[in-house]
Structures are given as C-alpha cells and as structure tokens.
C-alpha cells in the first residue's frame, strides 16, 4: 500500500511535485494542484468540525460534475474517511435508503435542500469551495490538523450496486484494493503534466475511481464534460483537447449516429479505454480510424473487483485483430498478482465457464453479509459457508471462455444486464414494480432498440395503466432502470413448471412492437 492515508496519497504526491499544474477542469473553472489540495484540506478540517471534533467513518457525497464534488471528494479521504458516493438526480427515497444501509456520519452536499437523509448534511455551494492564493500557498500542515490515518483495511469508498432483492447493495472497497489497482495500471498510460484525461462516469460507478486518481496519481488533468457533452465525444473530445478517454462502448455509437465518427476526426487522442460493457469489434474499427493515434484497450471488472481485473490492448496493426464467436473484444488477461479460473456448472475448471477472481483486488465481502451468500466459493470451489477468506474466490456470474490464451466474455449466468454501462439487476426492477398498489407480478427483459443498444422493458399482470405504474415507480428506481415500456397484462406467461416465462414474454413483446 502507498503511504498515510491510502488513496489521498497518490493525490498528494503529485500536488507535492507538481503544484502549478493543473489538476481539474470542471464547469469553466480551473484549478492547480496546489490550489486543489488546499480546497481538499479546508473542506476537510470542515467535515470534522462538522461531525462535532471527531473525524467521521463514512461521508456521504451528494453532488455530481461540480468543483464540491471532487473537492469533496479528496476531502472525505483527507480526513480518513470513506466516501459513499450519491446521486443528486436519484429518487429521494432510494437515496435516503442507501444513506441509511451505508451508516453515514455525514453527508457533503452541494446544496442544503436535500431532504431528509437521516444524517448532519454539510451543504457546500460551489461558490464556497474556491481558495483564496494565500490558501493554496501555505504548507499543507499548517492548512490542516493531522487527521486519521488509514490502513490498508479501512474502507476507501462504498459503491451501492443493483441487488437481485429490491434493495442495492453496498460494495465496500478497501484502500488495499484500490491502491493495489492503481500500483498495477496507473502507469500503463503514458500520463503526466500536459495529458488531458476525461471524466466520463458519474462517481456513483466505479469507473469514477480510475478516471480521478488514474489521472491525479500521474500529474494530469481531469477534465469533467458535462453530461450533455458526452453525448458529442468526438466533439467533446476535440473541444477539450482530450488526450486519454475512458467511457462505456455506447458512447461510440452516439458518435457513429451523430455522423461524427470520420477518419482522423480526433487526432489529440493518444489513449482510448472502453469498459462497463462489451467493446464489438466494428465498433473498436470505428474509433480506431477516427483516432488513428490512439492505442484502445478494454477494461474488464465488477465493482467486487475494483475496477477491472483484467485487460486488453488491441495490436497497434488492425490486421492483427482478433477474430472472435460473438463479434466482441476478448477482455483479455488476468492484471497481476490476480488469479482467475473458469468453472463449468460441475464446478470443474476448464476452457470454458463462470469467470472467479481472487487476488489482492477482490474486495472482502459485501455491506450487509447477508449478501455474500452464493458469491464465494473456497480454495477448491466449493460454496463457502463462511465470511470470505483471502484465498476464497469471487464469483462473478460472466460466462467466459478462453480463446488463443485470451478471455472472450459470452454472457451472464443469471438476470444481471448491463444498460449502458450500468450494472443492473432484473430483479431490482421486478421487486420495484411488484410493490406498487395493484401489481400481482413483473417480469423485466431487455430487447434490441431501434439503435441495436439493449432496452429495458417490463410486463406485469394486475391493475393500472402502464402510465401510472411508470409515474409511480419513476419515484423509486433511477433513470437509467426505467423501462422504456411497461405492459399490462392479464396473465403474464409461465412455462411448464408454473414459473414466469422471460423467453415467451419476449415473444409476446416483440408481437405488440
């Protein structure tokens, strides 16, 4: 592990050599390292006052793509704490939920109108983040008190996941993992003073992670699009002089929609990294022509694994590509020190199988341990009926196969689907809709849209028009596990054995398009 305080160490070095530099670029401000650390430090030193002189454990972070939200969070490690990441734009009631299954102490917020969460709310207004040069130019210990120390187990941050249950689930990822991760990959990118990195993820996925301290553990510049932008990246890219991008493969399609996807139209591009979903190869042809100075590499790891845990980097020559069964590019090769084995559904290791990770990024058990059930198994495969050991594996529920010594992800083994990038559950969906007033069942599928991405549907049998049940479960599920259509029916399908038939309901489905 780095040194005192895990994570804000990588941060803090590069303030240290570089404190002139530029650290972030966020809504048309900019600030220095120096200047950034300052902020951090202040907010810090507020974040304990605020928890009544002791430094809190667990802060929430209610704020996205705003000079608070990056500030804070640097802060929120300052002070040795971790940080629980919220969506501003989220139903209030699924955050007040997470708020409440994480154990905040506190919650930082960019706006005091947060309604209630259950915890002190520290509203920071951007305006009241900024350092004054006397600030940012003072030595870092008469800025701030020694606050505490972390080690290697203490909890660095806490991403809440879609649960298969109704409710999320919180991840906690240690300062172990992370830095572990950042020890392995930061240095693969070629990134210093000058490189302009962008900030694609919200910080409630865990892609966030790697686009903060991937660019501030090297010396560059995070630059943060506003979400809008992102929906331009070829635009967006040239504009903010990008020259490394990290963002799901969708935004690759908006790009090949919008006509802006031409030979050569990037040229400041020197890295391109794509994760969170399947890369199609046509779709890496693509922007490899409108980049043609930029190495691509995918990114492959639930959030359980920090990050990713493995990798590949496309040949330099797109004659040297590989040819694959599904179209997609391999997720490649274990990082270091990781240990991966695919289990066929005897629990035999093989060429082909259930993809289980365990190593020095796999994190050490979910929030609630109720819900580590049936997602570890022991040294030799068995289900572990036990807390999770360090030699236990993960169970990620990817079908992998290995092709030419190359992993090539085939599916999933149960209801999870990846929309966008978002990880999200079925089943989430379903125990939403099924406690709304009326709904005897739910079923959520995903089928092919207009643009090819997949798209979220639902059916459910019971009362109500599709226009109330989608009103009234907008209240309860983010915008991104909204169904794009909900039917009524009277009797969903069911198969042979009396269970719910998702492959006949999409039939059905596809009949009334």
Known sequence: ?????G??????????????????????????????????ERLADRLVTAAGGTPPRRVGLLAARSLTAYAGYLAILRAGAAVVPLNPEHPAGRVAG??????????????????????????????????TAEDSAAPAQDRTAPLRPVGE??????????????????????????????????????IGPGSRLSQSF???FDGSVHDLFVAWSRGGTLVVPDRGQLLSPVRTVNKLRLTHWFSVPSLIGFASRLGTLTPGSMPTLRWSIFGGEPLTLQAARDWQAAAPGSRIEVLYGPTELTISCTSYRFPKDPAAWPDTPNGTAPIGTAHPDVDVV????????????????????????????????????????????SPPGPEDWYRTGDRVALLDGLMVHLGRTDH??????????LGEIEAALR????????????????????????????????????TALADRLPSYMMPARITVLDQLPLNPNGKLDRRALLAQLERTR
Request: a negative charge; proline letters at 7%.
């Open 1 to 5: 592990m780095s040194s005192t305080n």
């Open 7 to 40: 994570l804000y160490a990588y941060f803090a070095r590069s303030a240290d050599a570089h404190p002139d530099e530029p650290a972030l670029e966020v809504r048309g401000t900019t600030l220095t390292y120096g200047e950034l650390r300052a902020c951090a």
């Open 98 to 131: 997470i708020a409440e299954a994480a154990g905040l102490d506190l919650v930082l917020a960019e706006s005091a109108d947060t309604g209630d969460l259950g915890v002190p709310v520290l509203a920071c207004p951007p305006e009241e983040v900024p350092v």
């Open 153 to 190: 187990d203490d909890v660095a941050y806490i991403i809440f996941t879609s649960g298969s249950t109704g409710a999320p689930k919180g991840v906690p990822v240690r300062h172990g993992n992370i830095c572990a991760y950042l020890d392995r990959i930061a240095g693969r990118y070629g």
């Open 202 to 204: 919200e910080l409630t």
């Open 342 to 385: 695919l289990l066929d559904d005897a629990g035999r290791p093989g060429d082909t199988g259930e993809l289980c990770v365990r190593g020095p990024l796999r994190f050490a058990g979910y929030l609630d341990p109720a819900q580590d059930a049936g997602r570890f198994l022991t040294e030799d495969h068995r289900p572990a009926d």
């Open 416 to 425: 999870q689907v990846k929309i966008r990038g978002h990880r999200i559950e």
């Open 435 to 470: 406690a709304l007033p009326g709904v005897r069942e739910a079923i959520a599928v995903t089928v092919p849209a207009a643009d090819g991405e997949p798209e979220l549907q639902a059916a459910v049998s019971g009362t109500g028009t599709a226009e109330t049940l989608y």
